[in-house]
C-alpha cells in the first residue's frame, strides 16, 4: 500500500470528489489552482506529450488538455480516476502504479514531459522511490524533462515525516540518467533557497541508459 493510501484512510468511493471539490471551492474564491500546470506549459513547446503521473482527480491534466497538449493520466487510486474520467471522459486515464509504469505504458520514452505533482514522489510505497524515478524517467524521450513538486517536512506533507530529502533525490534522479536543471521553491518559480517544499525540474541525459532503457533519437 502506498503512503498515499494510508494518509488517505483506504480507498473509499467519496475520497476523489472531496478531493475535486476542495480544488473547486478554492478557485470559485477566485485562487489560482492551475500552478502546475502552468509550469509545466512553459516548459514545452506547443502540442506537446505530457504524463501526468499520479493524475488523481485529474486537474492538472485536463488544464493541460485545455492548452492544446496531449496529456495521459496515470494514477492508482481508482476513486480519484472516476472522478478524472467523468470530467475529461475524452482524455486517457490509466490504472497503475507507479513503480511498474511499464506495464500500463509499455512503449518507453515517448514523452516530451513527466510533471508529477502533489506529493506523488513522497507518497509512493516506503522503498519504491527509486524505482518510481526510474520507471518516470523511462518515459521520457532524449531531452525530456521531470517536473516534481513535494514537501520535505511534515508542515507540507500529509504524513508525519518526510520520507526523501533533496539530495536522496536528486541521487534517485542522477541514477536513473536525469540532470538537474533548475529548482524552485512553489510552483509560479519563486527561487528555492531552503524551505519544507521544492519543485524539482530535472531532464534525460545520455546517462538514461542506467534506467535499462535504451536512448531514442532525439525528436
Known sequence: MSRWQKAAGGSGPDRGHAYAQRFALLEAKGHDVHGEASLAASLVGPAARILDAGCGTGRVAIRLAELGHSVVGVDMDTAMLDVARDHAPNLTWLHGDLADLDQALPD???FDLVVAA???IPLVAAGSEARVVRQLASQLRHGGLLLAGFGLDPTHLPIPQAPITLDGYDTMCADAGLTLVN???TWDTQPYEAGG???SLHARTACAAASGTPMPAAR
Request: charge should be positive; avoid cysteine.
Open 108 to 110: 518507453p520514452a515517448q
Open 118 to 120: 502533489g506529493n506523488v
Open 183 to 185: 529548482r524552485w521553491s
Open 197 to 199: 517544499y521544492a519543485v
